[in-house]
């Protein structure tokens, strides 16, 4: 072979070769983009995405977009199809950084890996209240979870009652992955409920003559009478002493609820009409369901009442929060006057 067509075999590969090398770089650009390039942009370091139950990939991709969360948008659908993410589409509530690139972004997605929802729970005096509280943390429609509470079927299943409904939820903070259903909060719920209410509290509920659910009402009550924590115990013994005395309760929180205005700041004769399960004054015995719900430590402090011959207690006339607690009568009517007095000179008159 002459030197000239060695030259130019030569030359040939050597243009051949920088055409590959050339492609191989192009190609290798081309798969950074695709692949690890940044292609996710939140406005902070981090952001949340939704993906509701039943969702496509195409739901998906539409919500990235929708949210202005990834910048291109055919590099992302490529390597999507190319793991097969279309196919195992997971619903839930996704951690995903700023700068993140499509194949750390596709990882998650296909991983189902959420990041949980803190569900906190407190200040709660109706079922509808309890409903649209815990679904605001989550996907589970809020009338689907207030049906259930008051499906009285479905709530025996779970030992309680429509009326009692509300006591399945101990007012505290929970993890949850957002895309829990109504059903499934009911669930968990329930395992929370029989986890608090263990042998060492079924005993103490027995010991005292109660029921759980009967000490959870008691404790919805106290609630309301005060949120003093050092004088819950005392009166929680003031209604034990009616009970056990076959007093009415006589508890002006159960007219409250009765009547169905909770502004009402002093209860008046008229109110003690009211024809209602929840009235106390007409009706011994506890009501029979909550009118609150009763956070863990008020329910110990039921537990671990006070043990005392008090049967009255009224508010304080100095609307310190405290009450002044009562053997007899007449010593609850001079109490009672007293603070009666103090709302009249303020002009507390509903």
């Not at 910048?71 to 196919?87: C, G, I, Q, S, V």
Request: hydrophobic letters at 40%; aromatic letters at 10%; a positive charge.
């Amino acid at each position: 072979m002459s030197r000239r067509k060695k030259s130019r075999i030569v030359k040939l590969l050597a243009l051949v070769g920088a055409l590959l090398l050339i492609v191989g770089l192009v190609a290798g650009y081309m798969a950074y983009v695709a692949i690890l390039k940044p292609n996710v942009h939140t406005k902070k370091d981090f952001t949340y995405l939704y993906i509701p139950t039943g969702s496509t990939f195409d739901d998906v991709k539409g919500i990235l977009l929708q949210e202005g969360l990834i910048d291109n948008e055919k590099t992302f659908e490529w390597l999507a199809r190319k793991k097969n993410y279309p196919n195992r589409v997971m619903a839930g509530r996704y951690k995903i950084y700023d700068d993140m690139g499509n194949n750390d972004l596709i990882n998650l997605l296909r991983s189902g890996v959420q990041e949980p929802v803190n569900v906190t729970f407190n200040n709660i005096r109706t079922r509808e209240q309890l409903a649209g509280a815990v679904a605001g943390y989550l996907e589970a429609d809020s009338l689907e979870l207030l049906h259930l509470l008051n499906d009285e079927a479905v709530m025996q299943e779970y030992g309680q009652s429509r009326e009692t409904a509300m006591l399945l939820f101990i007012p505290d903070t929970y993890e949850f992955f957002w895309n829990t259903s109504a059903p499934q909060v009911l669930k968990r719920m329930h395992r929370e409920y029989d986890a608090f209410w263990n042998s060492r509290r079924r005993r103490q509920a027995e010991r005292i003559g109660m029921s759980p659910v009967e000490v959870a009402i008691m404790a919805s009550i106290v609630r309301q009478e005060t949120s003093k924590r050092d004088e819950m115990e005392r009166i929680a013994g003031v209604y034990v002493n009616r009970i056990k005395g076959n007093i009415p309760l006589q508890a002006d929180p159960t007219i409250v609820f009765a009547v169905g205005d909770f502004s009402l700041n002093r209860v008046l004769n008229r109110h003690l009409e009211i024809d209602s399960p929840y009235n106390t004054y007409k009706y011994a015995g506890l009501p029979p369901g909550p009118i609150s719900l009763p956070e863990p430590y008020i329910i110990d402090a039921v537990l671990n009442y006070e043990h005392h011959e008090y049967v009255f207690f009224c508010a304080r006339d100095d609307f310190s929060g405290y009450h002044a607690f009562a053997k007899t009568y007449a010593e609850h009517l001079v109490n009672a006057r007293r603070y009666q007095q103090a709302l009249n000179k303020r002009r507390i008159m509903r």
